[in-house]
Antibody, heavy 121, light 107 residues
């Protein structure tokens, strides 16, 4: 059974860089069939797609966040990572990692449990 | 970018009622649409993809329809365990956008 698990600091200071890692188990991140993505949800609000990465390193980013986001993959560790720079309180959210297919349909079928990141001094 | 608008933002219905949630895309997206259910404090769960295909294990009272710009999620007979927020999501043109969500409560 595929499992995804987010990890990283739960508290980040304003203007600093948020860094999270998603570890994939029960399947290979190097599968040619899937992209791996990040989604976030501010407290009490809706879902926002941040970006997605293929095992080759090809990425897609949400245009509204693109200037601050970097997603990378480490196939040797079966992990992919998120970096979000220059964070503010508006970046406080539960961050989820998830999987979607490379080919259509590209819905998110497996999700991590999510990790709350609070931006505060 | 294509925007996804859900309506209503919230609704209250009785157990056994038929419930319909609408999702409208600002441009045509064929059938590149999914629906998710998120119960309070839980991870979003995939219900439907390709606008009308029921994900394995999802009760048959859930159904989806639509193509192009207008889509619907229907719960044929609302159950207490269906209390949740429902999100539509489009996937096309290398962009994955969610609707703002519809909160479903029991009257």
């Amino acid at each position: 059974q595929l499992q995804l698990q987010e990890s990283g600091p739960g508290l980040v200071k304003p203007s600093e860089t948020l860094s999270l890692t998603c570890t994939v188990s029960g399947g290979s991140i190097s599968s040619s069939s899937y992209y791996w993505g990040w989604i976030r949800q501010p407290p009490g609000k809706g879902l926002e797609w941040i970006g997605s990465i293929y095992y080759s390193g090809s990425t897609y980013y949400n245009p509204s966040l693109k200037s601050r986001v970097t997603i990378s993959v480490d196939t040797s560790k079966n992990q992919f990572s998120l970096k979000l720079s220059s964070v503010t309180a508006a970046d406080t959210a539960v961050y989820y990692c998830a999987r979607h297919k490379y080919q259509l349909p590209q819905h998110f079928d497996y999700w991590g449990q999510g990790t709350l990141v609070t931006v505060s001094s | 970018d294509i925007q996804m608008t859900q309506s209503p933002s919230s609704l209250s219905a009785s157990v056994g009622d038929r419930v319909t949630i609408t999702c409208r895309a600002s441009q045509g997206i064929s059938n590149y649409l999914a629906w998710y259910q998120q119960k309070p404090g839980k991870v979003p769960k995939l219900l439907i993809y390709a606008a009308s295909t029921l994900q394995s294990g999802v009760p048959s009272r859930f159904s989806g329809s639509g193509s192009g710009t207008d889509f619907t999620l229907t719960i044929s007979s609302l159950q207490p365990e269906d209390v949740a927020t429902y999100y539509c999501q489009k996937y096309n043109s290398a962009s994955w956008t969610f609707g703002q969500g519809t909160k479903v409560e029991i009257k």
